[in-house]
C-alpha cells in the first residue's frame, strides 16, 4: 500500500546550521506530497507543498523538491532558528486521504 | 477568522465506556477530517465528511464513527473504548476537500487518554 518513510529522529542543531530531513513515498501513479509542522501543544500546519514531479515547494525558508526518480521529498533549510523546533510530518496525498510518515521531532539549541 | 475548535482539550475516560469529540470547523468551510495521532502508529485518517455525508473512511474498526451537522460541525464517536485507542484526535477543515489543492486547517486536537 502506499506509504511515506521518514527519517529517524530525534534531530538535534544548533542555530543556524544546515537541515536535510529526508522523505521517501511508496504509491503509485503521482500523488500530491506535502510537508506538516507541529509545534507543541498545537495541531499541523501545511508547511509547504508540491503536486507534480520536479516540482519545488517553499516557505519560511524550508524547499523541498518533488523527485520522481528517486520517490523522494526531501526537506531542506540553509540556516535554522531555534523557531523551528517542531515535529516535522512528510505526507502524500492519495484516494482524498492523506498518509502521514511517522514524523521527525527537531530540536534547535541557541 | 476563528481558526478549527476542537472540544474537549483534554478528556480521561475508563476501558469500556464511550467518548464524544467535537469539531466545529473554520466558518465556510465544508469538509472535515479526522485524525488519530499515537506515538506508534503515528498519523492516521479516520474519515472524512462533506455537506453531512461520510466521503471517505480509514481502516479503523466499527467503534469508531462520525457524523456532520447542518452548520458544518462534526462529532467522532468511540464506543467500548480500549486502552489502545488513547491517541490524540485531531480535526482538519478545507472548503470542499478531497483533492487537497487546497489548504487544510487542523485543530489543537482533544487529548483522548484511556484508563
Known amino acids: 500500500g502506499d506509504s511515506v518513510t521518514q527519517m529517524e529522529g530525534p534531530v538535534t542543531l544548533s542555530e543556524e546550521a544546515c537541515l536535510t530531513i529526508n522523505c521517501t513515498y511508496t504509491a503509485t501513479g503521482y500523488p500530491s506530497l506535502f510537508w506538516y509542522v507541529q509545534y507543541p501543544g498545537e495541531g499541523l500546519q501545511l508547511l509547504l507543498k508540491a503536486t507534480k514531479a520536479d516540482d519545488k515547494g517553499s516557505n519560511k525558508g524550508f524547499e523541498a523538491t518533488y523527485r520522481k526518480e528517486t520517490t523522494s521529498f526531501h526537506l531542506e533549510k540553509g540556516s535554522v532558528q531555534v523557531s523551528d523546533s517542531a515535529v516535522y510530518f512528510c505526507a502524500l496525498e492519495k484516494a482524498q486521504k492523506l498518509v502521514f510518515g511517522q514524523g521527525t521531532r527537531l530540536t534547535i539549541n541557541p | 477568522k476563528a481558526g478549527v475548535t476542537q472540544t474537549p482539550r483534554y478528556l480521561i475516560k475508563t476501558r469500556g465506556q464511550q467518548v464524544t469529540l467535537s469539531c466545529s470547523p473554520i466558518?465556510?468551510?465544508?469538509?472535515v477530517s479526522w485524525y488519530q495521532q499515537t506515538p506508534g502508529q503515528g498519523l492516521q485518517f479516520l474519515f472524512e465528511?462533506?455537506?453531512?455525508?461520510?466521503?471517505n473512511k480509514g481502516n479503523f474498526p466499527g467503534r469508531f464513527s462520525g457524523r456532520q451537522f447542518s452548520n458544518s460541525r462534526s462529532e467522532m464517536n468511540v464506543s467500548t473504548l480500549e486502552l489502545g485507542d488513547s491517541a490524540l484526535y485531531l480535526c482538519?477543515?478545507?472548503?470542499?476537500?478531497?483533492?487537497?489543492?487546497?489548504?487544510?486547517?487542523f485543530g489543537s486536537g482533544t487529548q483522548l487518554s484511556v484508563l
Open positions: 465528511y462533506f455537506s453531512e455525508t461520510q466521503r
Open positions: 482538519a477543515s478545507s472548503l470542499v476537500g478531497g483533492q487537497f489543492r487546497e489548504k487544510l486547517f
Open positions: 466558518s465556510g468551510h465544508r469538509s
